[in-house]
């Protein structure tokens, strides 16, 4: 099993920056691929960014793509989403999730999920 927990979530007005991390145990972490994906209210959840286990491949959706960066770092077991040049429409819960395969973006594919943090993006 892995644990996952996140934070840094917030209000923030648009133009704003926030940095989400996610905090990983149970597993070894070098082990596990890692993204964050969203979900608004009355949306299907939708995948953000991800990383692999090595670090050395990143994905993100187009519509972030310039403004949030993924990250890991894998002495202190987290993944770090670093948001910037934030708008409404990014506003939702975003969820930390992990899986022990390789890289894949698809919510389907990844077994162990935080409890989300809420992002609000006021305008």
């Known amino acids: 099993q892995v644990q996952l927990v996140e934070s840094g979530g917030g209000l923030v007005q648009a133009g704003g920056s926030l940095r989400l991390s996610c905090a990983a145990s149970g597993r070894i972490f070098t082990s596990l691929t890692m993204a964050w994906f969203r979900q608004a209210p009355g949306k299907e959840r939708e995948f953000v960014a991800g990383i692999s286990r090595r670090g050395d491949l990143t994905g993100y959706v187009d519509s972030v793509k310039g403004r949030f960066t993924i990250s890991r770092d894998d002495a202190k077991n987290t993944v770090v989403l670093q948001m910037r040049s934030l708008k409404p429409v990014d506003t939702a819960v975003y969820y930390c999730?992990?899986?022990?395969?390789?890289?894949?973006?698809?919510?389907?594919?990844?077994?162990?999920w935080g409890q989300g943090t809420q992002v609000t993006v006021s305008s």
């Open positions: 999730a992990a899986r022990t395969g390789s890289y894949t973006e698809s919510g389907a594919n990844f077994d162990f």
